[in-house]
């Protein structure tokens, strides 16, 4: 009998989702309609000037507390009201949200870059940097974020810039413990010791080997920290620190809206509501991305989908039998096949580059177990 035909082999069903594709898993279909919904949210924000080709700051007084869905005078519905002043609300909130969005995102971009300088320098350098750094972040999160903001706005006069400075000043600590920790554990890796080794500068193992490998948790940190944002610029807005009037704003909207809660509910909820799902939106976004990023829990995902899911057939050339840790096969073919890990891991990593794979049996000592992939 010749050596190919003594050799038992072992074949793992594909499976139903090709694993090539990043959205084959339930983590990259999760985050694709996230990224889907997140993606329209902010088309209808930076597209409000098309979505609501009039001025919704326009008053008219004598319409002023219409309900929802009412046509107004000029043959326009006002599908979410009017408030008191007579101005249609759902103009409002679609202008509001473009607002919202750039007092977020340039929050977070001014306080994530700023803070991850910072932390990359204390956690590199060490020494007085760190001190110095470290303590002055510690000295910003000793304060609660919502009342310093307060302290700080009331200092300043209102306006879009200076709410983005406040948001900054509150949240850069965030980025910065996140960087240094980060570092910390990065810089006695061997790659950065034989980058050193190499005659790197400081700056290029700083820029190349150090700031690469952080980027992940600082992405994802960002992105959950736009929805926190967006509640905070609202919160001011809605004491009258925040956005000035007339500027539409989810916050000074509600605000005003508190006053007819009784007969025109439709004034606070409805901004309120759609700040509630902005938020809710970018923190399910930020929360599939930190899923789908996470290597741990890819490889378990990976894991019990080839172990428990995939059909696995053991063929048997007659007379041989398998026995063993994994494989255990006394008269009947076919039957089910426990892999080890390193064999799991090594099919994932084949079957992304070319699709599905067979796995060979081979004799190690006087047992028969799956040896290596073909």
């Not at 605000?255 to 799902?277: C, K, Q, V």
């Not at 048997?316 to 076919?334: E, K, N």
Request: hydrophobic share 50%; proline share 6%; glycine share 10%.
């Amino acid at each position: 009998m010749s050596g190919d035909a003594m050799m038992p082999s072992v074949s793992l069903g594909s499976p139903g989702v090709s694993a090539r594709r990043w959205t084959a898993t339930p983590r990259g279909r999760r985050l694709l309609r996230m990224g889907v919904l997140l993606i329209a949210v902010t088309i209808a924000g930076l597209g409000a000037p098309v979505l609501v080709p009039y001025d919704p700051l326009v008053q008219r007084l004598e319409q002023h507390l219409l309900p929802p869905g009412t046509r107004l005078s000029d043959g326009q519905i006002a599908w979410l009201g009017t408030d008191q002043l007579g101005r249609d609300l759902g103009g409002q909130v679609v202008h509001g949200a473009r607002i919202s969005m750039l007092v977020a995102s340039s929050t977070v971009v001014l306080a994530g870059v700023s803070g991850t300088a910072l932390g990359l320098c204390a956690g590199y350098y060490g020494g007085t940097v760190d001190t110095v750094i470290m303590r002055l972040a510690d000295l910003q999160l000793s304060f609660p974020a919502l009342l310093l903001a307060i302290l700080i706005a009331a200092i300043l006069e209102p306006s879009v810039l200076n709410v983005i400075l406040i948001l900054s000043v509150i949240r850069w600590a965030v980025f910065t413990r996140l960087a240094y920790g980060s570092v910390l554990s990065l810089r006695e890796r061997q790659f950065v010791e034989a980058a050193l080794a190499q005659g790197a500068t400081h700056a290029r193992v700083i820029w190349a080997h150090i700031l690469p490998n952080m980027l992940t948790p600082i992405i994802i940190v960002a992105t959950l920290q736009v929805g926190t944002q967006m509640l905070a610029e609202a919160a001011l807005s809605f004491l009258g620190l925040g956005i000035p009037r007339p500027l539409p704003s989810w916050g000074v909207t509600i605000s005003e809206g508190r006053e007819y809660l009784d007969n025109a509910w439709w004034i606070a909820t409805m901004p309120g509501l759609f700040l509630t799902f902005v938020v809710m939106t970018v923190g399910w976004f930020g929360d599939a991305l930190r899923d789908y990023l996470d290597p741990r829990g890819r490889w378990q995902e990976r894991r019990v989908k080839i172990v428990a899911i995939d059909t696995v057939t053991v063929n048997i050339p007659s007379p041989f039998q398998m026995t063993g840790g994994y494989v255990d096969v006394t008269d009947t073919p076919g039957l089910g096949i426990e892999l080890n890990e390193g064999l799991v891991r090594e099919y994932a990593r084949r079957y992304d580059e070319e699709g599905p794979c067979w796995f060979w049996a081979g004799p190690r000592g006087a047992e028969w177990e799956p040896a290596r992939i073909w």
